[in-house]
């Protein structure tokens, strides 16, 4: 679980942009679209 404190007063979409970069950076996108290729791959060996 990603936790982001968000000081009293702060914008809101200052927060939300931390909380992505700290999404960014778990590696969260890398493990998608590497599995993303995987199954690109066995469709595209399928058709075959």
């Not at 007063?9 to 996108?29: H, L, P, S």
Request: glycine share 4%; no cysteine; aromatic share 6%.
């Amino acid at each position: 679980m990603i936790i982001v404190p968000v000081k009293e007063g702060e914008n809101i979409e200052r927060a939300i942009k931390k909380f992505k970069r700290k999404f960014d950076k778990t590696g969260v996108k890398r493990i998608k679209m590497a599995h993303a290729r995987y199954v690109q791959s066995l469709h595209a060996h399928d058709d075959m």
